[in-house]
């Protein structure tokens, strides 16, 4: 027998100096150095959940939140005050489509009592008018008298406004009386229920959002499109030219970031309006008549143009990062081979780029979908998005349900592209920088 075979040291389980077994020293130490990692990320972690998770998820549960009708928010005490749960229970055991009888009448009137008595009766008469115009004048109304009102209900309340008999409105006050909805995504898409519950589409007059998803859509499709067809030979020319020339050209690209959205939108106004800068060129060059002046502004036209320009940055600075990289001798050895200058930058030079059209198109196109502040000022009632339409129904319409549902649609598109981006591109071929 050898002495390393004798040595029980050497036959026996690895240990560390102090005689820890090696395998339990090692995961301790790995598991050690994982919470360390941990807690110097954690602090970027509770920002994100902070800041981006939680809000997201308040607007996901605004957006199905239906507590504005059956019950109310009572700031001083803290807790919520129920709100017509007489006629709640009524909605409850009657199916869709009764008629309403005695008992739902005198439900209603308790319930308008109530919430006259709490002074939450404007909130009721709120929710049921986004669904049905006028109605909350009628609520309030009917609420200052409900308490003086006697049996029968139904002939008191008819009296006082007819259209308490509106099997509409009595189907809206259904719908609003459940817990939880997807009335306001049913909105969202230009849909709504009929006095039997049934979905179907509102009239024509009322149906706005569908065709600002779909102006959104296509004027940020072509507004990416346009910055990559201005921005492929901007990043071109600072990937090859030299050091001293594409710093003094990438100073260009960068000065928009230095100065404020708001004056960069407004000077787009001063350019492009009728009497602006561009039209005054026009007609002194005679291209254009004076009573002939191109209206490029409080339209689409206005929010293309002052958009490409601002986005235009964030097509640049993607394709250049991929670009400076590419070594040029893989398009000199093309054409030494016989390509043609079309042909080696069809399929030597362009195939290379592709990660950067792809990071900067995502970028333009998702900023594009957003975006608040320039359609509003420049786009008039043709240019302006969905966003500006969500920003209205929460500081004007305070439908902030409504704008929750629209917003979460337009959060589902942009996760929608991002599935369809990785599906055709892949998402680990995504270059920023």
């Known amino acids: 027998m050898s002495d390393a075979q004798a040595d029980p040291a050497l036959t026996g389980p690895l240990t560390t100096a102090d005689g820890r ?10 598991a050690r150095s994982k919470r360390r990692a941990f807690f110097l990320v954690l602090p970027l972690l509770l920002f994100v959940v902070v800041t981006f998770l939680m809000p997201i998820g308040q607007m996901l549960a605004k957006s199905v939140n239906n507590s504005g009708f059956y019950s109310w928010k009572d700031r001083d005490a803290h807790v919520n005050v129920p709100l017509m ?23 209603l009137v308790a319930g308008l009592s109530h919430a006259r008595e709490v002074k939450a009766i404007g909130q009721i008469g709120t929710r049921i008018n986004y669904e049905v115009s006028g109605s909350r004048s009628m609520f309030t109304k009917s609420a200052r008298r409900a308490a003086k ?9 008819l009296d006082l406004d007819d259209d308490w008999d509106d099997p509409k409105l009595w189907g809206s006050m259904r719908n609003a009386s459940k817990a939880f909805t997807i009335d306001f995504y049913l909105s969202a898409i230009d849909r709504t ?34 910055t990559f067809l201005l921005g492929f030979p901007i990043a071109h020319l600072l990937a090859t030219l030299p050091l001293r020339h594409s710093n003094l050209l990438m100073i260009f690209v960068l000065l928009p970031f230095w100065t404020s959205l708001l004056v960069r939108t407004t000077s787009w106004i001063v350019l492009l309006q ?21 209206q490029m502004i409080y339209n689409q036209t206005g929010t293309i143009i002052a958009m ?28 030494s081979l016989g390509a043609t200058s079309w042909t080696a930058f069809r399929r030597i030079y362009m195939p290379q780029t592709v990660p950067g059209i792809g990071a900067g198109g995502l970028l333009v196109f998702i900023l594009a979908v957003g975006y608040y502040i320039t359609p509003a000022l420049v786009g008039g009632s043709s240019g ?50």
């Open 85 to 107: 749960v007489d006629l709640r229970g009524w909605f409850d055991d009657n199916p869709v489509g009764t008629v309403p009888d005695e008992a739902a009448y005198a439900a």
């Open 384 to 433: 302006q998005l969905i966003s500006n339409l969500i920003a209205f129904h929460m500081q004007k319409s305070l439908n902030w349900s409504l704008a929750a549902a629209l917003a979460s649609l337009l959060l589902f598109g942009v996760l929608l592209l991002y599935w369809l981006y990785d599906r055709l591109i892949g998402i680990d071929n995504l270059k920023l920088g």
């Open 308 to 335: 490409t320009h601002i986005l235009l940055p964030f097509m640049v600075l993607p394709l250049y990062s991929v670009m400076r990289p590419i070594d040029p001798s893989y398009v000199r050895a093309a054409r």
């Open 21 to 30: 077994p090696l395998k339990a020293a090692l995961a301790r130490a790995e």
């Open 274 to 294: 009728s009497q602006g800068v561009v039209n005054d060129v026009w007609v002194s060059a005679g291209l254009i008549a004076d009573e002939s002046r191109v």
């Open 149 to 157: 009102l006697e049996p029968p209900f139904k002939e008191a309340l």
């Open 193 to 226: 229920r009929d006095a039997d519950g049934n979905i179907v589409k509102v009239d024509e007059d009322r149906a706005v959002y569908v065709l600002l998803f779909k102006r959104t859509l296509i004027l940020s499709a072509v507004i990416t499109f346009l």
